[in-house]
């Protein structure tokens, strides 16, 4: 069964940094896609990153915002610097593996003073 978990989501301070978290099982995670994406309330979903063959970011959170993963321990990691408060959002992981795409829960970070 595979699982996606995202942890690390807080309140932090504008031009704070911070790294989430994501637990990956149930799959070999050397063969999947895996990316980022945030929304808030009563928006859409907004793609932040992917990690493949290549990193790839959106506009708004390139030079900031690094996608990284350690596959021999199944996890994923977003690290984000220089936050501002359009930053603020429910942090989601996902994957795409065997033609199928998978989502964890959801962290929340707010970027506020």
């Known amino acids: 069964q595979v699982q996606l978990v995202e942890s690390g989501g807080r309140l932090v301070v504008p031009g704070g940094s911070l790294t989430l978290s994501c637990a990956a099982s149930g799959f070999p995670t050397n063969e999947a896609i895996m990316r980022w994406s945030r929304q808030v309330p009563g928006k859409g979903r907004e793609w932040v990153a992917t990690?493949?063959?290549?990193?790839e970011y959106a506009e708004s959170v390139k030079g900031r915002f690094i996608i990284w993963r350690d596959d021999r321990k199944s996890m994923f990691y977003l690290t984000m610097n220089r936050l501002a408060p359009e930053d603020t959002a429910i942090y989601y992981c996902?994957?795409?593996?065997?033609?199928?795409?998978?989502w964890g829960q959801g962290t929340q970070v707010t970027v506020s003073s």
């Open positions: 996902g994957s795409t593996y065997a033609g199928s795409d998978f």
């Open positions: 990690s493949d063959s290549d990193n």
